[in-house]
């Protein structure tokens, strides 16, 4: 899936958790556009007509352009008659019928990739709690598009090991390695189905299943069981596994155990040989 749909999906999500966290009756929002200083509101939970679909906003234009301009939350408690924006999009807020609003932009790496709106039709204060709730909202989609970002980019990178008799030999193994270790790591972390299936089938690419090496009957790990072993295999321990995985320490232990015992090993090392063996690792 193309970066902008998976951030696209990711703010209609955050956009229902907005409006059930607040208890705000309008919410919408929608992503920067590449290499451009506009956002566009594309996504809408709870809107009454089409006035703001499609809408572009400019940084520095409105409440919106602001919160991008910033990089930090706004809020209004009447747009039409606020002085802290520029009011060139108060038809389409009007029509709406939006009085009191906040932007909060989400912000990754620095750069300010979308902004959530959410909204009241009366004009009154949008406290503390209200705010709070929509910043962390923000955060869920900054973080979902931070680990986005860090799978494209070992997608990018990772190449499956060549099939002449040399294939991965030193460094270049070395590079296979850490890219499976760390694509097994990333792939729990993300929600985008189609993108997570996409890091599991790249894994699978880098593991030599078609090794002569391999068992004829190679032993079946679950992939909790997997991720670990492969951890450990990039020289973990137990307790930075568990910190790479979110796993508490015991668990990675018991998932081990399980594996070693799957494997017919008595060893870590001894794992990590027969895994590779069966081809389940690179």
């Not at 802290?84 to 932009?105: K, T």
């Amino acid at each position: 899936m193309a970066a902008d749909a998976a951030g696209t999906m990711e703010i209609r999500g955050a956009l229902a958790r907005l409006r059930r966290t607040t208890g705000l009756p309008v919410a919408f929002g929608g992503l920067v556009e590449p290499g451009r200083q506009r956002m566009r509101i594309s996504e809408f939970s709870g809107a009454a007509g089409l006035a703001l679909r499609g809408l572009a906003v400019t940084s520095g234009n409105g409440l919106g352009g602001k919160a991008v301009a910033l990089a930090r939350p706004c809020a209004v408690t009447d747009y039409s008659l606020s002085r802290q924006i520029s009011h060139e999009y108060d038809a389409a807020v009007a029509e709406e019928g939006l009085r009191s609003v906040l932007a909060i932009p989400v912000v990754v790496r620095r750069r300010v990739r979308g902004v959530l709106y959410g909204a009241l039709r009366t004009a009154q204060p949008l406290g503390d709690r209200t705010l709070t709730a929509a910043v962390q909202a923000a955060r869920d989609v900054e973080q979902a598009l931070v680990v986005g970002d860090e799978a494209r980019e070992l997608l990018s990178a990772a190449r499956p090991p060549d099939a002449g008799p040399d294939a991965g030999a030193g460094a270049d193994r070395e590079r296979v390695r850490e890219a499976h270790t760390a694509l097994r790591a990333l792939a729990p972390r993300i929600a985008d189905p189609v993108l997570r299936a996409e890091l599991l089938a790249v894994c699978g690419l880098l593991t030599p299943r078609g090794s002569r090496e391999r068992t004829e009957r190679p032993a079946a790990l679950a992939p909790r069981e997997l991720d670990v072993l492969a951890c450990v295999a990039a020289g973990a321990t137990n307790a930075a596994a568990a910190e790479r995985l979110g796993l508490r320490p015991e668990t990675v232990k018991g998932y081990l155990r399980s594996a070693m015992r799957r494997l017919g090993a008595t060893t870590r090392g001894e794992a990590v040989v027969a895994a590779r063996r069966a081809g389940l690792l690179p």
